[in-house]
Nanobody, 123 residues
Framework: QVQLVESGGGLVQAGGSLRLSCAAS????????TAWFRQAPGKEREFVAA????????YYPASMRGRITTSRDNANNVVYLQMTSLKPEDTAVYYC????????????????WGQGTQVTVSS
């Protein structure tokens, strides 16, 4: 089993920055992929970023590149999502998720999920 706890969400003005954290516990993550997704009211869950624990490779959709960075702290089993130049349309609940397989951008491929953290960007 893997337990995930997100933190760091909140209210921020447009143009501001936030760093989200995802603390993981349970099974080892050395071969897992951890991803961030977000979901706004009435919208589909959207892929934001992913990081491979084994080699640190990161993956972003084109729409996020340049504003979002994900990183990991191996020693403490924490994954971060740094977001800059935030826009009101970034408002959503942000989730971290772990895939025991390939992962990718399909949320259906992820096996474990955190409870989510709300990010609200005011204009």
């Amino acid at each position: 089993q893997v337990q995930l706890v997100e933190s760091g969400g909140g209210l921020v003005q447009a143009g501001g920055s936030l760093r989200l954290s995802c603390a993981a516990s349970g099974r080892t993550f050395s071969t897992y992929v951890t991803a961030w997704f977000r979901q706004a009211p009435g919208k589909e869950r959207e892929f934001v970023a992913a990081i491979d624990w084994s080699d640190g490779n990161t993956y972003y959709p084109a729409s996020m590149r340049g504003r979002i960075t994900t990183s990991r702290d191996n020693a403490n089993n924490v994954v971060y999502l740094q977001m800059t130049s935030l826009k009101p349309e970034d408002t959503a609940v942000y989730y971290c998720a772990v895939s025991t397989g390939y992962g990718g951008s399909n949320y259906g491929k992820y096996d474990y999920w955190g409870q989510g953290t709300q990010v609200t960007v005011s204009s």
